[in-house]
């Protein structure tokens, strides 16, 4: 069984874009979720996708967005990128017992 | 205050000696994980729980819902466990979003 797939694994933006991560499901997971980890913040919650809807959504600012699409596959948008952005994103997948699967992840550096 | 506590932060073990580490967490939850994340590597999900106490290998992880406290041992260690040890609640205060302690860096020597 493949496990959850993030692309790109590095990605190097400038101030100002914006930039698209995607987030590939265990088969059968419809729950998605994504997460920031940072070295000063550590790992925070950003949004949780099921069945195609928002279940719950963390505490960043709206530039961060995401969607889930019909197969389970999920994409996070963050526009206006700043230095701040740069971090580890990883997104998760569970299935019905709730244990998550975690992605590698993908490096995003603002620069 | 942090809703999630972990201790210690760092921990230099031998190989062979017992390890535990602590996770408190100050809301009511539905769901506790404890998760090891290697250098440069992705996390793995060890252990959720919501009562009591599970075993897999040489780990063990206990929660005390009334103390609000959490602990994960590892048994008879080896320094292929030198990972980073992170402890996320679920809350049904906080609508059910994880919140994630800070780690415990854990770093077991031959």
């Known amino acids: 069984k493949a496990g959850v797939t993030q692309t790109p694994r590095y990605l190097i933006k400038t101030r100002g874009q914006q930039v698209t991560l995607s987030c590939s499901p265990i088969?059968?997971?419809?729950?998605v979720s994504w997460y920031q980890q940072t070295p000063g913040q550590g790992l925070q919650f950003l949004f949780e996708?099921?069945?195609?809807?928002?279940?719950n959504k963390g505490n960043f600012p709206g530039r961060f967005s995401g969607r889930q699409f019909s197969n389970s596959r999920s994409e996070m948008n963050v526009s206006t990128l700043e230095l701040g952005d740069s971090a580890l994103y990883l997104c998760?997948?569970?299935?019905?017992?709730?244990?998550?699967?975690f992605g590698s992840g993908t490096q995003l550096s603002v620069l | 205050k942090n809703e999630v506590e972990q201790s210690p932060q760092n921990l230099t073990a031998q190989e062979g000696e017992f390890i535990t580490i602590n996770c408190s967490y100050s809301?009511?939850?539905?769901?506790l994980h404890w998760l090891q994340q290697h250098p440069g590597g992705g996390i793995v999900s060890l252990f959720m729980?919501?009562?009591g106490k599970k075993k897999h290998g040489r780990l063990i992880a206990t929660i005390n819902i009334q103390e609000k406290h959490s602990s994960l041992h590892i048994t008879a260690s080896h320094p292929r466990d030198s990972a980073v040890y992170i402890c996320?609640?679920?809350?049904?205060?906080?609508?059910?979003?994880?919140?994630f302690g800070g780690g415990t860096r854990v770093l077991v020597k031959p």
């Open positions: 729980l919501s009562s």
């Open positions: 996320a609640v679920r809350s049904w205060a906080a609508g059910n979003k994880l919140t």
């Open positions: 809301v009511g939850i539905s769901a």
């Open positions: 996708y099921f069945s195609e809807t928002q279940r």
């Open positions: 088969s059968g997971h419809r729950s």
């Open positions: 998760a997948s569970s299935g019905m017992d709730e244990k998550l699967f």
